[in-house]
């Protein structure tokens, strides 16, 4: 990875800056794996992850003005607000997965448990990859920035 | 997702937790973003990201703790100082590039530039995605927690 380097100073040119705004910060992160495990009202969130409330309150608007969380009245209990993940929110569960299994590599000691299975076969997940187009497994060494200009 | 419900107050239990302790602070990504596109010297990280002195000298030592980053004496110079990516943090590309891929998606108004692509045939890399052990592409729906404990 490097031939044509990233300008890491010119905005707009990687999504990564962006996406660290919205979700570069520890809470958002367990707030997502809460709202993953059925986590929706409030109240759930505080006692699952021990967040301080006027901190919860804040990361939940951050996330719901960010479009990652959508807030919605609770279909049983109009008095009651739910939180539940967009189209938006769903597609970081392999940004997520994929630290979660850092994680688990690097950090643990002990095999994570439960561990998340495929329904269809009751197997654990794959390691999550990163992909050639035609599916090959590619690592950092098989790497390069092109200019979009560049014919390929 | 969610018949066997995570504990997410037990410590120990999943991996994302420990990752964040890590990883969940936006300057850490960037750092790494930066160490990706081959900067190793304190100067240049400096310069590239535009972070106060004192906040990278901290980050940079955090990753360093963490063995995200090894410091090492430069070849050429033994006064100087590289900051280099080990396997572990190496092992952190397919979690960024998701995080990338979903700023890309969903925050930016043009496409990425310059685009990452795989040496052997230049094109674009793949969406990372969650896959079965069989190769087959999952989505929330197809997953579920399961106790170690039970027979898969």
Chains 1, 2 share one sequence.
Not at 74 to 90: A, I, M, S
Request: hydrophobic share 35%; proline share 6%; charged share 30%.
């Amino acid at each position: 990875m490097g031939r044509v380097q990233e300008d890491m100073k010119r905005s707009g040119s990687c999504g990564l800056p962006p996406a660290l705004e919205v979700m570069g910060e520890r809470w958002s992160f367990l707030i997502l794996r809460a709202a993953f495990n059925g986590i929706v009202h409030f109240e759930n969130f505080s006692s699952e992850l021990g967040i301080a409330r006027n901190i919860l309150s804040d990361r939940l608007s951050r996330l719901v003005r960010h479009g990652v969380l959508q807030r919605t009245p609770c279909e049983h209990d109009r008095r009651k607000v739910e939180y539940r993940l967009t189209e938006k929110g769903c597609d970081l569960l392999p940004a997520m997965l994929a630290l979660r299994q850092w994680g688990e590599k690097y950090t643990m000691r002990t095999p994570a448990n439960p561990v998340l299975v495929d329904t269809r076969d009751r197997r654990p997940i794959a390691p999550i990859r990163i992909r050639a187009a035609d599916g090959r497994e590619l690592c950092w060494r098989d790497l390069a920035w092109q200019d979009r200009s560049e014919p390929s």
